[in-house]
């Protein structure tokens, strides 16, 4: 209802409330209701909070074994390569020492062509 000062105030049969009844009531109606919901609200965060930074620190745990794994695969792959290396100069080696010492090897002769002898 609209009130002007010029219009008669009715008189409310009713209780008039007051700023303190107002504000009692929404406290209470606070404590009763809202608060507590937010209480279950702010456990859940917790609880989440909780398990995120468990899965956070089990993605540590993969990635600091990750980092190992890698840094083993690049040692023996730097091993194999020294190993090839090492393995290739040996095979030059016994080539050369086995066409020297094959009687058939000689340079220019069509065994030694035939032979795919490497001393020529």
Do not use: W
Not at 69 to 92: D, H, M, S, W
């Amino acid at each position: 209802m609209v009130s002007s000062p010029y219009m008669e105030k009715e008189e409310n049969p009713k209780a008039v409330l007051t700023k303190d009844d107002l504000s009692d009531t929404l406290n209470e109606f606070f404590g009763k209701v809202i608060e507590p919901r937010f209480d279950k609200i702010d456990k859940k965060l917790e609880e989440h909070d909780r398990r995120f930074n468990d899965l956070l620190n089990h993605f540590d745990q993969i990635y600091h074994r990750l980092d190992r794994l890698e840094t083993e695969y690049f040692t023996i792959t730097a091993g194999l390569q020294r190993i090839e290396k090492q393995l290739n100069a040996v095979e030059e080696k016994l080539d050369k020492e086995i066409s020297l010492n094959n009687p058939f090897c000689h340079a220019g002769t069509a065994y030694a062509e035939a032979a795919s002898c490497k001393h020529t």
